[in-house]
């Protein structure tokens, strides 16, 4: 199964200027874990989570009306194309430890894939629990890492 039949082709994206506050109405609103960072043409250029406003934002005490999602964003950011499998998508999912993709053609955000998507098709099931055992055992790896140091 290709990652077109499952992605969400409807995509709410917001542009590096504009504010960290937008970031997380947008979220707000759409019920979102993740916005994909785009030029104005459609280029991906990073994407943004509610984690990252909070970690980049909130917690060091910055002005979320203030501070532009360019600064907030993470960067490099993991994305599939429509026309890979959603195998190749699930294990792309896991290595980066992430639970959605940009779907990006001809260097354009055309959807998003989450590991709901995954997860709500049968022939996914596999796929989809493999990449989120992965996903919750480089997260427990961390937070008992964490524990250890006294943090």
């Given at each position: ?14 542009t ?6 937008l ?5 707000s ?13 459609g ?5 943004v989570?509610?984690r990252?406003?909070?970690l980049r ?33 699930a ?19 055309v959807g998003?894939?989450s ?13 989809a ?23």
């Amino acid at each position: 199964m290709l990652v077109r039949e499952l992605m969400n082709p409807q995509v709410v994206t917001i542009t590096p200027g504009e504010s960290a506050a937008l970031a997380a109405r947008l979220l707000s609103r759409y019920d979102l874990g993740a916005l994909p960072v785009c030029q104005n043409d459609g280029r991906l250029r990073g994407i943004v989570t509610d984690r990252d406003l909070v970690l980049r934002c909130l917690a060091p005490g910055e002005n979320p009306e203030r501070l532009p999602v360019g600064d907030v964003m993470t960067r490099s950011c993991a994305f599939v194309t429509p026309n890979a499998d959603v195998t190749q998508a699930a294990h792309i999912m896991a290595s980066a430890q992430v639970r959605r993709l940009p779907v990006v053609e001809n260097q354009k955000v055309v959807g998003i894939l989450s590991l709901g998507d995954l997860a709500r098709s049968r022939a996914c099931d596999m796929e989809a629990g493999a990449a989120l055992a992965d996903i919750s055992r480089e997260i427990r790896k961390a937070s008992l890492n964490l524990g250890a140091r006294g943090l």
